[in-house]
């Protein structure tokens, strides 16, 4: 069985989760307490020397440990239903807007969390390394936050999904990103028709609860 290393207040996870459930995948948890920084024992750096969440132990053994490698491991070994693109177009747009909402959504989220919160002082980035906070850039991640929702909100005017005519992992990187933004007190609101319709419209997806 597929086994998910996991963290159930963390973004990153959720995306794992959210892609499993729509892939109807039954898996196996493990429970990494991020909190008490067991991803930095050593029990679970035996298992991801990187210390980060997720990852994903296979039926025969691999673990991939970052959700780019989860997202094209489970497409490639279970392809339906299909998650990043069916036609050569589609997975070029899929990759393409994954890729922003990662880079422009999460990402910014991280900037204004990890450099501003006073129990990140000296974790301001995951991993085996203790980078300072750099104030700035939560105050630049905050901005870039505020972007994002405005580049959803008009790409999704008249669309019911962010890449293609259908779901697919870009908006599991979205959805993860605007619902984690409330983490620095950021959300869509009135100037955000668009983007509110499609997270109202998701919610009726079993995974969302996730």
């Given at each position: 069985?597929?086994?998910?290393?996991?963290?159930?207040?963390?973004?990153?996870?959720?995306?794992?989760?959210?892609?499993?459930?729509?892939?109807?995948?039954?898996?196996?948890?493990?429970?990494?307490?991020?909190?008490?920084?067991?991803?930095?024992?050593?029990?679970?750096?035996?298992?991801?020397?990187?210390?980060?969440v997720?990852?994903?132990?296979?039926?025969?053994?691999?673990?991939?440990?970052?959700?780019?490698?989860?997202?094209?491991?489970?497409?490639?070994?279970?392809?339906?239903?299909?998650?990043?693109?069916?036609?050569?177009?589609?997975?070029?747009?899929?990759?393409s807007?994954?890729?922003?909402?990662?880079?422009?959504?999460?990402?910014?989220?991280?900037?204004?969390?990890?450099?501003?919160?006073?129990?990140?002082?000296?974790?301001?980035?995951?991993?085996?390394?203790?980078?300072?906070?750099?104030?700035?850039?939560?105050?630049?991640?905050?901005?870039?936050?505020?972007?994002?929702?405005?580049?959803l909100?008009?790409?999704?005017?008249?669309?019911?999904?962010?890449?293609?005519?259908?779901?697919?992992?870009?908006?599991?990187?979205?959805?993860?990103?605007?619902?984690?933004?409330?983490?620095?007190?950021?959300?869509p609101?009135?100037?955000?028709?668009?983007?509110?319709?499609?997270?109202?419209?998701?919610?009726?997806?079993?995974?969302?609860?996730?």
């Open positions: 069985m597929l086994t998910l290393y996991d963290c159930a207040t963390a973004p990153s996870p959720r995306r794992a989760r959210i892609f499993l459930a729509e892939k109807g995948l039954a898996h196996a948890t493990v429970p990494v307490d991020l909190r008490s920084r067991e991803q930095l024992g050593e029990a679970y750096r035996q298992i991801n020397p990187e210390a980060t997720p990852a994903l132990r296979t039926e025969d053994g691999q673990v991939w440990t970052d959700n780019a490698a989860i997202a094209a491991y489970l497409e490639a070994r279970y392809p339906h239903p299909p998650l990043l693109g069916v036609t050569p177009a589609e997975k070029a747009e899929v990759a807007w994954n890729g922003r909402a990662e880079f422009e959504g999460l990402m910014a989220i991280a900037e204004a969390f990890r450099n501003s919160t006073p129990a990140m002082a000296q974790r301001a980035l995951p991993g085996v390394v203790d980078y300072p906070q750099i104030p700035a850039l939560a105050e630049r991640g905050l901005a870039r936050i505020d972007h994002f929702f405005d580049q909100n008009a790409r999704l005017a008249g669309r019911a999904f962010i890449a293609t005519e259908r779901f697919s992992v870009a908006d599991i990187t979205a959805v993860v990103a605007v619902d984690f933004a409330r983490i620095v007190k950021r959300q609101g009135e100037a955000h028709p668009h983007l509110l319709r499609w997270r109202a419209a998701l919610a009726q997806r079993p995974s969302m609860a996730l």
